[in-house]
């Protein structure tokens, strides 16, 4: 059995899905691991450092000849001709912004694994490489919101007197906005952070940031009962959130829903409010945006507040963003190849299998 990976080909993707510290690691299952010419120098990984890992280094992806793919992104047609018949790859496959890839994989028998449908549980952990690349992403919205900033982030004493710190508002307490946070704090930002989870409260104040939340009040009902004022209460959150926006120097909002547009959460109006110089980086631009009139891969300039519509800012870090996301793939391997075969029982991998030897099983969520 042959394991191997591909340059990807996607614009402005530098990452690789092996490194060669998970060369052995792959080896130690029993079979042989081989990669396409240069598919680790973006990344920083040189053909010498596979072979001396142990790899076997071919020139074209069509000479792979492997039984498993492993891709970082959704493989063209050029790179599934190095895959066997009945083999399988395995990888995020996009089929959060496009499942196209599905039929190429139908069309080749192939059976095909995508790891954005991986179960969220503390076991599966060690093999989510959304929420690895998630985090190394919330760290770099930070550094391309501070570049673009006018301003530093930290408290700075002076001979010409005191520069205040900036204030740094993070929409999304998950991975991303968690990262955003600590990363921001370390660089000396005042920040803030909102979720609509207020599990998140601690987590956000573990890392030295205010929670901002709406104190939840109700009428009293029958038998002392409360009686909820929902849209009493949404309406204040909304004014509580267009009041912190508009005092914020950087803004940056990572709220996304599987496979369906993420949640608008900056307006206009809001963009509108805020001072010139001031920077919003929108992580969720490629579905859909949290930011109106943020737009994928540009920067937009709203009456001189910058909109970064980020994309793909993990690829950005490929040297570590390539070790998190190999060693997350290493770690599946071990449940997916025995004895130099693959095994699909194991309930992490069989919930990732969108295709089984040609036959597409997933379809989008209505």
Known sequence: ????????????EWRVAIVPETVGRI??????????????????????????????????????????????????????????????????????????????????QLTGIALELLPRTSRAQAMDVLSSQASLAGYKAVLVGANL????????????????????????????????????????????????????????????????????????GTGGYAAAQSEEYLARQRALLAERVAEADLVITTAQIPFRQAPRLVTREMLESM??????????????????????????????????????????????????FARNLANLLELLVRESALVFDDELVAACVVVDEGEIRWSRPA
Do not use: C, W
Not at 164 to 190: D, E, K, N, S, Y
């Open 275 to 324: 001072r010139p110089g001031s920077v919003v980086v929108d992580l969720a631009a490629e579905t859909g945006g949290n930011v109106e009139g943020s737009r994928p891969g540009e920067v937009v300039d709203h009456d001189g507040v910058l909109v970064v519509g980020a994309t793909n800012l993990a690829s950005e870090l490929a040297l570590h963003a390539s070790q998190t």
């Open 149 to 220: 900033l006018r301003r530093i982030l930290p408290l700075q004493m002076t001979a010409a007197g005191t520069l205040t710190p900036a204030r740094v508002l993070v929409f999304g307490a998950g991975v991303a906005g968690l990262q955003a946070i600590a990363t921001a704090r370390r660089l000396g930002a005042r920040v803030e952070a909102f979720d609509v989870r207020r599990a998140a409260k601690e987590e956000v104040e573990s890392l030295g940031a205010r929670f901002l939340e709406v104190p939840l009040y109700a009428a009293e």
């Open 1 to 12: 059995m042959r394991i191997g990976a591909a340059r990807e080909r996607r614009a402005n």
């Open 27 to 108: 080896a130690a299952l029993g079979v042989e691991v081989v990669l396409e010419h240069d598919a680790g120098r973006a990344a920083g990984y040189l053909d010498a450092a596979y072979r001396d890992a142990g790899a076997i280094v071919v020139d074209d992806a069509a000479e792979l000849g492997v039984d498993v793919l492993l891709v970082v992104g959704p493989p063209p047609e050029e790179v599934l001709d190095g895959v066997r018949a009945g083999g399988a790859v395995v990888g995020l496959l996009g089929l959060a912004t496009d499942d196209a890839v599905l039929a190429r994989l139908a069309k080749r």
